[in-house]
């Protein structure tokens, strides 16, 4: 427990010092409005932890990114005890509503196995979804994602993964919340030479049930266009992983203003920040560095 406390009033000065460097991103701009930009928390995992293994106290550390400006948060630490960063959901989405943000989504991850595959009998996997779902709802989550899938060998395999998100998206729908896939860059490859699978992910799963958060980074690293993907999917772009190499805007590989300029097309409601690289030993300052890109690019919109 001591070192606990060492460790987070380590990360909350660090962060402080690090807010302090370029003022407040929060505040409002020349029109006036404060721009929504949630956090993957995944990208201050060195601080508290993520999939379970929970490193410190976060409240601190929810403090300083509201104070950056950040609007909400995207969580990365759920555990089959039903617990988010080792607190109860409703006392979670209290902490973060306590620092001044709204709790907007959470990754977790249920593969299939080899059986359920082959049968197309998911019901075991969706008792999992169930608690998963009863977790995040008592959360206050808008969005539920499924974070990563490796490439499938086969067509059918893929099928299947296809044919279980349309369930798993209509428990989700059913209690309120909006079931969504999020891609890396091996998505853009072909299974078995026939089919890219991104594309046959959009186009066999029920578009009132599953939506796609698409991270920008990944889709350029896989060698696509994220605006074409939004012109020849319009709509199924709910949410947005705004991520570059390292630091937001960092490395001039992903046009962010063309992407920005057809959110409306993707059909996006909310963007989420992830740093997962940096380019320093302080993690503060590459998050602050992010939100503060973000907030002074005029391509941003303050709402969607």
């Keep these: 427990m001591k070192t606990k406390t060492i460790i987070s009033i380590l990360a909350a000065a660090l962060l402080a010092v690090s807010c302090g460097q370029s003022g407040n991103a929060g505040e409002a701009g020349a029109n006036g409005q404060k721009k ?36 909400a948060v995207e969580a990365a630490s759920y555990s089959d005890d ?9 006392q979670f989405k209290a902490d973060v509503e306590a620092a001044g943000m709204k709790v907007l989504s959470s990754h977790c991850n249920k593969y299939l196995t080899e059986q359920e595959i082959r049968t197309g009998d998911f019901s075991e996997a969706l008792k999992w979804w169930d608690t998963c779902i009863a977790a995040h709802k008592a959360a206050g989550m808008k969005y539920l994602v499924m974070p990563y899938l490796g490439v499938p060998s086969t067509v059918k395999e893929l099928q299947a993964y296809c044919d279980y998100f349309n369930q798993v998206g209509k428990k989700c729908q059913e209690n309120g919340i909006k079931f969504g896939y999020h891609n890396h860059a091996h998505e853009f490859q072909k299974v078995e030479n026939k089919e890219v699978m991104y594309d046959y992910m959009l186009q066999h799963t ?76 302080d993690v503060a300052r590459s998050i602050k560095e992010s939100i503060d890109y973000l907030e002074a690019a005029p391509f941003v919109p303050a709402v969607y």
Excluded at 208 to 222: I, P
């Design 82 to 90: 039903g617990k988010l960063y080792g607190q109860d959901p409703a």
């Design 206 to 281: 029920d578009p009132e049930l599953v939506f796609f958060e698409m991270d920008v980074y990944w889709t350029v690293m896989g060698h696509a266009s994220p605006v074409d993907y939004f012109k020849k999917y319009p709509g199924r772009f709910k949410v947005l992983h705004i991520k570059d190499e390292r630091e937001i805007g960092q490395s001039g590989m992903v046009g962010f203003d063309a992407i920005f300029k057809n959110a409306g097309t993707a059909g996006v409601e909310n963007i989420v920040v992830e740093v997962e690289r940096y380019s320093y030993d």
């Design 36 to 71: 929504e930009i949630a956090v993957q928390l995944y990208s201050v995992r060195s601080l508290i932890g993520a999939f379970g293994n929970n490193s410190s106290d976060y409240k601190p550390l929810l403090d300083t990114l509201a104070k950056m400006g950040y609007t």
